[in-house]
Antibody
Framework: QLQLQESGPGLVKPSETLSLTCTVS??????????WAWIRQPPGKGLEWLGS???????YYNASLKSRVTISVDTSKNQFSLKLSSVTAADTAVYYC??????????????WGQGTLVTVSS | DVQMTQSPSSLSASVGDRVTITCRAS??????LAWFQQKPGKAPKSLIY???NLQSGVPSKFSGSGSGTDFNLTITSLQPEDFATYYC?????????FGGGTKVDIK
């Protein structure tokens, strides 16, 4: 059964870089019909897509993050990672990783990781 | 960017009720529309993809319809476990976007 698990620091200081890793188990991250995505949810608010990566390394990012986000993939470890630079309190959120379907014939985001709360504070 | 507008933002319903949540896209997204259910403290769960395709393992009480810009999620015979927040999501074009959510609570 496919499972995704986020890992990384739960506390990051303002102006520093947030770094998270998503470990995929039960399937290969090198599948040609899926992307791998990061999504976040500030406390009490809605969902925001941050970006997606294909096994080849091709990426799509949410331009609203103004080039602060970098997503990479490590097929040898079956992992993909998120880096968000110059963080502020507004980046405090639960960060989720998820498998993203390639087209409308596959589920959009399924499954999701359990999520990890990252707090930005000094 | 494609803006997704959900309505209502919240609703109160009773066990056994049928409810419909609406999602409108600011541009034509064909059938690239998904619905998610989220319970407090939990990750969202996929319910519907491709506007009307039921995710494997999701009960048939959930159904989706629509195409283009207007979409609906219908839940029949509400049960206590269905009280949650529901989000629509478009994956027609980047950046991928979500609706603001509809909270369904017990009347």
């Amino acid at each position: 059964q496919l499972q995704l698990q986020e890992s990384g620091p739960g506390l990051v200081k303002p102006s520093e870089t947030l770094s998270l890793t998503c470990t995929v188990s039960g399937d290969s991250i090198s599948s040609t019909i899926y992307y791998w995505a990061w999504i976040r949810q500030p406390p009490g608010k809605g969902l925001e897509w941050l970006g997606s990566v294909y096994y080849s390394g091709r990426t799509y990012y949410n331009a609203s993050l103004k080039s602060r986000v970098t997503i990479s993939v490590d097929t040898s470890k079956n992992q993909f990672s998120l880096k968000l630079s110059s963080v502020t309190a507004a980046d405090t959120a639960v960060y989720y990783c998820a498998r993203q379907g390639y087209d409308s014939r596959t589920p959009a985001f399924d499954p999701w990781g359990q999520g990890t709360l990252v707090t930005v504070s000094s | 960017d494609v803006q997704m507008t959900q309505s209502p933002s919240s609703l109160s319903a009773s066990v056994g009720d049928r409810v419909t949540i609406t999602c409108r896209a600011s541009q034509d997204i064909s059938n690239y529309l998904a619905w998610f259910q989220q319970k407090p403290g939990k990750a969202p769960k996929s319910l519907i993809y491709g506007a009307s395709n039921l995710q494997s393992g999701v009960p048939s009480k959930f159904s989706g319809s629509g195409s283009g810009t207007d979409f609906n999620l219908t839940i029949t015979s509400l049960q206590p476990e269905d009280f949650a927040t529901y989000y629509c999501h478009q994956y027609s074009r980047y950046p991928l976007t979500f609706g603001g959510g509809t909270k369904v609570d017990i009347k």
